[in-house]
Structure formats: C-alpha cells, structure tokens
C-alpha cells in the first residue's frame, strides 16, 4: 500500500489525513471560504511537513496512490442559498405548486429558481413544436436565466424530456447557446415522484457551477504536479469517483459522511451494537447512528428539508459548536444558531470577533490552554474573551463571570443532549464517539445529560470525518423505477444499469472485471422500507405482494486500499504520569487542580480517572469526575461513568 490521503473540507478547518502503511499523520489549516482551493493546497503543504519534516508538496503528490477530498461548497451554497438563477421547463399546463408544499421549498425555489418558469406540449410536431422550445428557452434567458432545468411529468417524461433534448441540440448548438447548461431530470435520476426528481434537479443545477469551478482547479493543481491517480471526490453516499463522474448533489453532507464511515468502521471492529456519533464543529453537532454495523440512512434525504430521490445518512444537525454565538434573551441564555464561524471566529481568536462562544468559555475555565491551542500556533486572548462574556452573559444575567461561564456551559451540554435523545430511543444502550476538534472537550457532560454511560474518543478525533474518508472505495450506485418485476422487464433495466457501470468504471481506469456488483430491490410495504438480495438474479422475485414504489439498485464497487485497525490484544495496565496540574473551574463554580495528561504520550493500557484533562496537539479531553478512563490497542480513549459529581 502506497500513500493514501484524504482531506475533509470543513465551515471552520480543512484537515487531513496521511496513512502511510502503520503510521497515519494528521494536519489541519483554517478553511478559506472566499477560495477553497488555497485551504486545499495549505493542508497538502501541512501534510507533507508532518511526513517529511519539511514543506515538500512536489514529493507528497509524487509519492502518493490516492487522495480522495470532500468539500463543504454544495453545503454552504445551499444554506447561504448563493448560486445561479436557474429557468425550469415543466409540461404545459402543470402548476409549480407541487414543489412549494413547505416554506423550505418556497423559500429555497424562491432563491433558485423564482419566476423563470415555462411550460411546453411535448406532443406538438415539427416546426410548432420547434417554435416553441426556441420561444420558451429565449424567454428564460431573456429573465436571466444562466442554466436550464427540464422536468417533465407523466407516463413518457422520459421519452418527451429525450425528444425536447434533440430539439434544444438542433437548434442551440454549443456555439449559440453557450454557457448555458441544460439538465433534463431523467438523466439524473429514475424517479416517477415528480417533486423529487425536479427538486434533484434542480439543487444539482444550482451546486454544479461553483463545485465544477472549485472541483476542477483542485484537479489541476494535482495534475501540475503529475499526480498518479485523478483526484478522487468523496460523496454523501460513502463512495468515491473522480471529478467529472461526481454529481454536484453527490457532494452534499459529504463531510459528515466521512465520520459516519469512519464510526461504521469503528462500531463493526469494536463490535458495539449501537453507536451514537457526535461531531461538534466551528457552527454545528452533527449526530447520527450506527446500528448493527450499518449507518442510518433517509431512503429519500432531504436537503434543508426538502425530500429528493436520493438517499442520505440520517444526521440531525444542532446548532451549537464551538463558534456559535452564546446570548441573553428574557434572562435565560440561548445557544447559536448563529456563529462566527472562522472568521471573525471567537473573541479569543483576536481577529475581531465581539460575541460569547463555549471556545471563550472553555478557555476562562481553564479547559483550553491559550499557549497550546492549536499547536501553539495561535495564542488565545483571555482578556477578550472575558469582556465579550462579562458584557454579554454575565451583565445581563446579573451574575458573576464564573457563575456566567459554568451557566453557559449547562445551557451547551443541554442543547446537544436534546439532539441526541432522538436518537437514543431507537437503541436499547448506546455508546457515545465524540470527534471533531470540540466533541472530546465535551463529551463527558453532553453524555452525562443524556444518560449514557461510556464513550469513545477516537485518537484521531481531530481529523476524523477525514480519517472516515479513508475506508471508501471507487464505486458508483444505480438505481431504477420497475414497472414490470417478471423476467424481461426487470433483467432489461439490470442490463441498462449493468452498461452504465461498465462505462463509468472504465472512465474510472478501471474494467468491470476488476470490481464487485451488488444488486437489490428496494420497496415500501405498509409504509416500512424492505429490500431483497438479487445474488443470483432469479427470473420470478417472491415476497411483492403488496410492495410499491419497488427500485432496482445495482452498486459497482472497486476497492483500493484501507488502513488496518489492531484487533483487540491484553494490554498491561498502568497509570500515567500526568504532565502538569492545572486549575479548572468546575460546575460548583470552584477552581480545582486537576492533572494534564499529554496525549502523544500515553500508551495502549493507560488508564486513569477524572477530573483530569487529556491534550492532544488538535484537541482536548475532558474526562469530568466519576468518569474513568483506557486507552487500547488502537490508543483510542474509552470513557465509562461510575457515577460521581460533573
């Protein structure tokens, strides 16, 4: 196995992971919203310092098998709802209001999409037809329009969307219609529920300019460097494909689904039935599921709220992190939405930044080290910090600073309990894994006001949406509407999607012969989602009765290599010497010493207990009293409440 790299393009950092063999290497630089290629380049810098002891990109990119990214931009362009204005072509007559049955969809159609829409008979013939496909496109052009969506309703959507394609190329060759794009929904997806189709559509039009743009100049950048494989994109399904066999909507929530693989990895390995993830970012937790092995999934996931043909790991996002904005209203205090995000970031970044965070208040309590933080490489400003809390917080409230700050971290830990309750009913005991820079520091707390009783704190929990990357492999999923589940009809489709992989596997570099195949039927019966296993591909399929809404899917999988987890070894137990002592202030709102454990420094078979502080060169762990501690063979951290004070 040569070098492996993945990077996870966060709101707040962009980080990375190096495997190399045994040895993984880690790096992180803050993200550049403004040109996410330069945080690209930064982190693949940092790396090659980690693993060379210099900066030395040429030597990294030469050295390295694979490197598969994901990117935060189909995520922000979506919440900060900033893209192209798209024209929509619908069949004569049809009423858009089957699209606008939320305020999500009103509001995101508004932003996409608003007055540029037109209808067109498909059944009309030659020049009439003609004439009309030419009025109705120089009609969205002329509102502005810069891409075009075609979704057509009905029985032959397929067929009419292909016989308005044929028009639209006779009449607008490249040179005419130029930079105009024109995506006709049943390419993207075989789906006969209309509102997802046309908002998959639709969200895939508005993400694929700026993914494209961003996407393509990553690629370049490698190439400059002759690069031996393409750059690999990772998508929100777990799989990876190079860039122009990547749909914009594919990278979407791509980074929380790196953590996801990286806790199915984790959960299938340790074999813990249920385990509950907690990524707490710069603006939001991210919680999910793994359950018997196998990620939680939204058959149909939504995107800000609105259903679309694709499925998607189901993630419920609180809006509390480590950059939200702490605030007073009617004397009690609220948590985010808002954030400061990066950039101002934090008061105590002393980048301009004037509102109260959990970073401002971890680092008053004495959790954060202001000479550490992040490697030492950017020194904390207490006294920042303690003016934006003061005014803010503590004014308002009319209570002392420490009052404010153990009352900011209840109203914190509180918050993100609420987020995970939802998920702890569908399992009889769970497991917390804490990861992103701020889960370890809090973890202890948020698990205590949730009731569960042992966590995990991966040893790579800083870059671990990175690090879960690393466990994808090429691979491309199909799906397809059946209509006929006897012989013909379903071994027809399975060859059409059958060609489709062989195609796209080759663009790959890669012959069909060299991959897997899995194919299965998915449906709905009494409102409960089943699938059956097509392995071997039988002529009749039993156990449809009463099934609807039944697709063929067909996965097409090659693998490349993966890091290798320590299978669980008898470890002699000793007690770490701690570095130093430090004073914390705990929930009586008194200064306690309590010893600092260097984490680089432990051994697989440390244990010890709390309240002690555990710190790592990109994270903080907090163990709270009545907690213990172990750290294995993988020196991943295993926290277990015995009960005892916070």
């Excluded at 009749?540 to 669980?568: C, M, S, T």
Aim: aromatic share 8%.
């Amino acid at each position: 196995m040569g070098l492996l790299m993945t990077i996870d393009n966060g709101g707040t950092f962009t980080d990375a992971c190096l495997i190399d063999g045994e040895r993984v290497f880690r790096a992180k630089t803050l993200t550049t919203p403004y040109d996410l290629t330069k945080c690209f380049i930064e982190v693949i810098k940092a790396a090659s310092k980690e693993i060379y002891g210099e900066e030395n990109i040429r030597a990294l990119l030469t050295d390295l098998d694979y490197l598969r990214y994901s990117t935060t931009g189909g995520t922000n362009a979506i919440v900060q709802k900033k893209g192209p204005r798209l024209g929509l072509i619908l069949r004569e007559g049809t009423n858009p209001s089957f699209l606008l049955g939320s305020n999500e969809e009103k509001e995101m159609f508004t932003a996409m999409v608003d007055d540029r829409i037109a209808g067109i008979n498909p059944n009309g013939e030659g020049q009439e037809l003609e004439a009309r496909v030419v009025e109705v496109i120089n009609q969205l052009l002329s509102q502005g329009a810069n891409r075009l969506v075609v979704s057509l309703s009905g029985a032959n959507m397929v067929e009419d969307e292909i016989k308005i394609k044929k028009i639209i190329l006779r009449k607008y060759p490249r040179h005419l219609l130029g930079a105009v794009p024109v995506l006709f929904s049943h390419e993207l997806v075989d789906d006969v529920n209309d509102s997802r189709r046309t908002w998959g559509a639709l969200i895939n039009s508005f993400l694929h300019s700026g993914i494209e743009r961003f996407l393509y100049n990553a690629e370049n950048v490698l190439r400059e460097y002759r690069t031996k494989n393409p750059l690999l994109i990772f998508h929100n399904d777990g799989s990876s494909a190079r860039v122009a066999k990547t749909t914009a909507i594919k990278t979407y929530g791509s980074g929380p689904r790196g953590g996801m693989e990286g806790t199915k990895a984790l959960a299938q390995h340790y074999n813990i039935p249920a385990l509950l993830t907690l990524d707490i970012g710069g603006t939001t937790s991210d919680i999910g599921l793994v359950k018997a092995g196998q990620i939680k999934e939204d058959v149909y996931g939504k995107i800000e709220e609105i259903p679309t043909s694709f499925s998607l790991s189901d993630l419920i996002s609180v809006g509390a992190g480590g950059s939200s904005i702490f605030k007073v209203v009617e004397g009690k205090i609220v948590v985010g939405p808002e954030s400061v995000g990066a950039a101002p970031g934090p008061a105590c970044f002393g980048r301009g930044g004037q509102e109260p965070t959990i970073t401002d208040a971890y680092l008053l309590m004495g959790v954060l080290d202001s000479r550490s933080y992040f490697r030492g490489s950017m020194v904390l400003d207490e006294s920042r910090a303690r003016a934006a809390i003061e005014e803010k917080i503590a004014k308002p409230l009319g209570v002392s600073l420490e009052e404010a700050l153990v009352a900011m971290e209840k109203a914190y830990e509180e918050k993100i309990a609420k987020g995970l309750a939802v998920y702890q009913d569908q399992a009889d005991e769970v497991t917390l894994l804490a990861f992103g820079g701020a889960g370890p520091m809090s973890a202890c707390g948020v698990a205590r006001a949730a009731g569960i009783k042992q966590i995990v704190i991966p040893r790579l929990a800083a870059v671990f949406s990175a690090f879960g990357i690393s466990f994808s492999d090429i691979a491309h999923e199909y799906q397809a509407n059946l209509v006929e589940i006897k012989g013909k009809g379903l071994q027809e489709k399975l060859n059409q999607l059958e060609e489709r992989a062989k195609r796209d596997m080759f663009a790959e570099g890669f012959d069909i012969s060299e991959c897997t195949i899995q194919t299965h039927l998915s449906f709905f019966r009494n409102g409960e989602y089943q699938t059956i296993t097509l392995d071997p591909l039988d002529t009749v399929i039993f156990g449809l009765e009463g099934a609807q809404d039944i697709r063929l899917h067909l996965k097409v999988e090659r693998p490349i290599a993966h890091i290798k987890l320590e299978n669980k070894k008898k470890l002699k137990e000793h007690a770490p010497a701690p570095l130093y002592q430090k004073s914390i202030l705990n929930t009586e709102k008194q200064s306690k010493e309590i010893p600092v454990y260097r984490f680089e420094e432990m051994k697989p078979g440390a244990i010890g207990a709390g309240p002690a502080l555990i710190e790592d060169e990109y994270f903080t762990c907090r163990i709270l009293e009545g907690w213990t501690f172990k750290v294995n063979e993988n020196k991943d951290i295993f926290l277990y409440d015995e009960g005892g004070k916070a």
